[in-house]
Every structure is written in structure tokens, then in C-alpha cells.
């Protein structure tokens, strides 16, 4: 079973930064895949960013340039910065990991853009 706890999310005015965490519990040398996806209120669930074990990333148009994803294998952490924040990132986002045993999510950490 592998846990992802996020952090890092909250309040913020348009144009400023921050920086999600997601810790695993397991070595993440070994998944397959990590990423980010958020929700907005009243939307479907959608990619922002993942990383494959290779350290290829993908970023979803609406983010590239702004937002940059990473992993510390050596911490099991995966971190998303996000630069020139925009009312329209407003979200709740969420880890995700794709592992041989299957696909885990954490619980979401919220983030808060105001114009």
C-alpha cells in the first residue's frame, strides 16, 4: 500500500507562487509514473504535470511555463512549482502515483488564486 501525503497549498494573489509537496511512503525510484491533477470546483478531475521514472515530464498547455514538476527519489518526493498564478488555477490538487501494484491518490491539497 503506498500513502501520498501533499502539502503546500493555500491562499494566494494572482501572479505569485507556490510550491506543492507529495511525500510517498515508498521508495518512488521504482513507480512509474507521478504526477499532479486538480480539480476546479464544478469540473472533471485534470492532468497538470507528471514524471516518469526516466524524468520525462508532460505538462498540460494551460500550465507550460508556469509550472514545473520534479522528484528527489532520494526524499520519495514530488514537488510541483507554480509560478504567475492565475484565478483559473484555483483548485483542489491531487498526487498521483502509478506503481506495478496498481494507482494511488493523496487527499488533495487545496490552492486558492485570488484576482
Known amino acids: 500500500q503506498v500513502q501520498l501525503v501533499e502539502s503546500g497549498g493555500g491562499l494566494v494573489q494572482a501572479g505569485g507562487s507556490l510550491r506543492l509537496s507529495c511525500a510517498a511512503s515508498?521508495?518512488?525510484?521504482?513507480?512509474?509514473?507521478m504526477g499532479w491533477y486538480r480539480q476546479a470546483p464544478g469540473k472533471q478531475r485534470e492532468l497538470v504535470a507528471v514524471?516518469?521514472?526516466?524524468?520525462?515530464?508532460r505538462y498540460a498547455d494551460s500550465v507550460k511555463g508556469r509550472f514545473t514538476i520534479s522528484r528527489d527519489n532520494a526524499k520519495n518526493t514530488v514537488y510541483l512549482q507554480m509560478n504567475s498564478l492565475r484565478p483559473e488555477d484555483t483548485g483542489v490538487y491531487y498526487c498521483?502515483?502509478?506503481?506495478?501494484?496498481?494507482?494511488?491518490w493523496g487527499q488533495g491539497t487545496l490552492v486558492n488564486v485570488s484576482a
Open positions: 498521483k502515483a502509478e506503481t506495478m501494484y496498481g494507482d494511488y
Open positions: 515508498g521508495s518512488i525510484f521504482s513507480f512509474n509514473l
Open positions: 514524471v516518469t521514472r526516466d524524468g520525462y515530464s
